[in-house]
């Protein structure tokens, strides 16, 4: 595993990518900067961007300024695998193309997850023997198909409920917790069958509403210890930051990422957007940069952080935009609706210097 993402980020951090004249050096690509040597800086790409109407604008600013990349939707298995045994790689193709071309990394996303599923899966009248075979033969094909092009893998997403406790889903309903360990059994299944298709890649559980130490934080590193401490090959924490009303404590984010880099993980921020509620002004705007530059600030200071990712590339396209989810605004992400870089965008590369 060390070498292949040792060299992953060696070669992120030396790639060059399209630079647009950029004479004044404010201008510099957030790749090109210094701290983007020791930190993946990704964004979510969107579904099919490659047809989109503005493809050219959005893959010149994403290829300019991030040394990695994760699909916002296309490798859930609702897209990998619509019909049972049948599998569609097409677009997770592209995906990696594209990041070859460009050079950057790729976290794929995700194996697991109660949501995005196709419907012979998550309605399937599933025993625990059969539910666990569907299991393994997804995660060992999609993660076996990609194990020289994806390094790092969201395996199981969100199975923690706000509360601290497991949340319920068909897969703690079909596979249940045999062993009794308090953990439901497809949590680790899901982790070392991906492990047996690749044992190099990063292998990570990603949730939101626990950067910072609560109740379902503790309940997280509760359950990624136990899995470590009975052999379940688990690597690293995603952290989404997806923060609504422009204000976080990342002194708190601190003294919890560091909770679990003691405990020996890695730490990721997955999906980063700071939405901001209607209307944006100068003021809110300063607001972000400075919540985006302390983000930075924090994965610099922190051993074992590996990358910033943000959900999107441009406010342009967000799924903070979409009426059923953004509620608390929009708006939250580095580039504007017109691909001009925004105050944040500036105080991360200030950060990265
Ligand atoms: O593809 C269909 C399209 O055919 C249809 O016309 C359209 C009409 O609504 O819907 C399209 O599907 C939408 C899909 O995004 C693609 O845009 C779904 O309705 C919509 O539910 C889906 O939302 C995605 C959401 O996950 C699903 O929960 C968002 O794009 C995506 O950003 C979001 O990402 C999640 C992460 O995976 C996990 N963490 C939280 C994060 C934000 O919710």
């Known amino acids: 595993m060390r070498l292949r993402r040792a060299t992953t980020l060696l070669v992120a951090a030396l790639a060059v990518a399209p630079r647009p004249g950029h004479a004044d050096p404010n201008d510099t690509p957030l790749r090109e900067l210094p701290g983007a040597r020791e930190l993946l800086i990704g964004a979510a790409v969107m579904n099919n ?11 010149r600013a994403l290829a300019t300024h991030f040394n990695a990349l994760t699909p916002e939707n296309q490798m859930k298995p609702e897209h990998l695998q619509p019909q049972r045994d049948t599998f569609r790689f097409e677009a997770a193709d592209r995906f990696v193309a594209f990041a070859k071309e460009h050079r950057m990394t790729v976290h794929g996303h995700t194996l697991v997850w109660h949501q995005q599923n196709p419907g012979w899966l998550e309605n399937g009248q599933w ?35 706000d509360n601290g406790k497991f949340r319920e889903s068909f897969w703690t309903r079909a596979i249940g917790d045999e062993d009794r360990d308090g953990i439901p059994d497809y949590i680790g299944l899901a982790f070392r069958f991906a492990r047996q298709a690749d044992r190099d890649c990063i292998l990570v559980y990603n949730d939101y509403g626990a950067e910072n130490p609560n109740a379902k934080a503790d309940a997280i590193l509760k359950m990624m210890r136990d899995l470590k401490r009975n052999g379940t090959p688990i690597d690293a924490v995603g952290f989404q930051f997806h923060i609504k009303g422009l204000k976080f404590d990342f002194s708190e ?41 302390d983000m930075i600030r924090a994965a610099r200071a922190i051993d074992g952080c590996g990358g910033v990712f943000w959900w999107g590339l441009t406010d342009r396209h967000s799924w903070l935009n979409s009426p059923q989810f953004g509620k608390g605004g929009a708006d939250g992400l580095l580039l ?3 691909y001009k870089p925004k105050p944040c965008h500036a105080a991360v590369r200030e950060a990265l210097r």
């Open 127 to 161: 025993t625990r023997p059969a539910l666990i075979a569907a299991l393994s033969n997804h995660v060992a094909t999609v993660v076996h198909r990609f194990k020289d092009d994806i390094a790092i893998w969201d395996v199981v997403n969100e199975a923690m409920g």
């Open 253 to 293: 984010f601190r003294k919890n990422a560091r909770r679990f880099a003691s405990a020996g993980f890695r730490i990721y921020i997955t999906e980063a957007d700071f939405a901001i509620p209607p209307p944006v002004t100068p003021e809110k705007l300063a607001a972000q940069a400075t919540l985006c530059r």
């Open 336 to 338: 504007d609706r017109d």
């Open 49 to 59: 961007f490659w047809s989109a109407p503005d493809a050219e604008e959005y893959t």
